[in-house]
Nanobody, 118 residues
Framework: VQLQASGGGLVQAGGSLRLSCAAS????????IGWFRQAPGKEREFVAR????????YYPDSMKGRFTISRDTASNMVYLQMNSLKPEDTAVYYC????????????WGRGTQVTVSS
């Protein structure tokens, strides 16, 4: 199983980025894909998750309103649209996968750096 996040970069505050997660190596039909982020010196933070079937999406309260997760099953891609970015959104963003019935994310991809300048 491979998960590869991409699309990060340097953006000014108020700007937008769309991150992509390419998933391969198995069928993800019974899986949930999540986005996480980790800033230097901070703990990893959950951003959003989507069930591969698309019928369940969840954001923690702190992420609601500016971030949108979506997926394209035809291309095995999951996206994270990030709008109105703030300097505190600066972090390495990761995508990960877990079984829909499972408690833990078991597959992790290499992250993509997002830097928001003020």
């Amino acid at each position: 199983v491979q998960l590869q996040a991409s699309g990060g970069g340097l953006v000014q505050a108020g700007g937008s980025l769309r991150l992509s997660c390419a998933a391969s190596g198995r069928s993800f039909s019974n899986y949930v894909i999540g986005w996480f982020r980790q800033a230097p010196g901070k703990e990893r933070e959950f951003v959003a998750r989507i069930k591969w079937s698309g019928d369940s999406i969840y954001y923690p309260d702190s992420m609601k309103g500016r971030f949108t997760i979506s997926r394209d099953t035809a291309s095995n891609m999951v996206y994270l649209q990030m709008n109105s970015l703030k300097p505190e959104d600066t972090a390495v963003y990761y995508c990960a996968a877990k079984m829909a019935s499972g408690p833990q994310y078991i597959y992790w991809g290499r992250g993509t750096q997002v830097t928001v300048s003020s």
